[in-house]
């Protein structure tokens, strides 16, 4: 079955700094992938999509670039700051997979002063 | 657009007791919404599948009994912990596809106590 594979948090970084969050996945068919962020005390909030091969998708400063070859989804922010201290999940839907999610573990962000 | 309304936000009960907890899609009609359970530091578990007018899809190893799932409208999906017990206090939340390929509008999920 379908499967997403997030790097394990947390992960701890000072304001401005580079951060990389890894994804990868498997699927049968041809998947569109999500990444989902939750802030603390909060419920899930669609954070980008990209829908085929070599989309990608962005919003925030974040990008996440869809690689079919490497089956990844990497999450990627130039310059994160404490505002972005949030856990972090990836996701795939399939349309033969009556469209529900699957998640990865989640990865929790924490951005220092 | 595409708002779906969960409520409670945060219920507590005694053991024993039943919840109910409601997710309206408001500006959009919602023939399927995935209930999900997340326990503490864990990510999302799909629960179950609801579809309007049918039956639920629920996950292996989920409880029917417990945990019955109703969805008689296109807005409307509810889902029910039946005799709650303190395993079962953890944040439930729903989710509705508007369209596929645009993502999925969450609730704000439900913060479960059982004492």
């Known amino acids: 079955g379908d499967s997403v594979t997030q790097m394990e948090g947390p992960v701890t970084l000072s304001e401005e700094a580079f951060l990389t969050i890894n994804c990868t996945y498997t699927?049968?068919?041809?998947?569109?992938l999500f990444w989902y962020v939750q802030y603390p005390g909060e419920g899930l909030q669609l954070l980008l999509k990209?829908?085929?091969?070599?989309d990608k998708g962005s919003n925030k400063g974040f990008e996440a670039t869809y690689r079919k070859e490497t089956t990844s989804f990497h999450l990627e922010k130039g310059s994160v700051q404490v505002s972005d201290s949030a856990v972090y999940f990836c996701?795939?839907?399939?349309?033969?997979?009556?469209?529900?999610?699957?998640f990865g573990g989640g990865t929790r962000l924490m951005v220092k002063p | 657009g595409a708002v779906v309304s969960q409520h409670p936000s945060r219920v507590i009960c005694k053991s024993g007791t039943s919840v109910k907890i409601e997710c309206r899609s408001l500006?959009?009609?919602?023939?399927?919404m995935f209930w999900y359970r997340q326990f503490p530091k864990q990510s999302l578990m799909l629960m179950a599948t609801?579809?309007?007018?049918?039956?639920?899809?629920?996950e292996q190893g989920v409880e029917k009994d417990k945990f019955l799932i109703n969805h008689a409208s296109l807005t409307l999906s509810t889902l029910t912990v039946t005799s709650a017990h303190p395993e079962d206090s953890s944040f439930y939340i729903c989710?509705?596809?508007?369209?596929?390929?645009?993502?999925?509008?969450f609730g704000s999920g439900t913060r479960l106590t059982v004492v």
């Open positions: 989710s509705a596809p508007r369209q596929p390929t645009s993502g999925y509008t």
């Open positions: 699927a049968t068919g041809y998947p569109s």
């Open positions: 990209a829908t085929k091969a070599d």
């Open positions: 996701a795939l839907s399939e349309r033969n997979a009556g469209n529900m999610l699957t």
């Open positions: 500006d959009f009609q919602a023939t399927t």
């Open positions: 609801s579809n309007e007018g049918s039956k639920a899809t629920y």
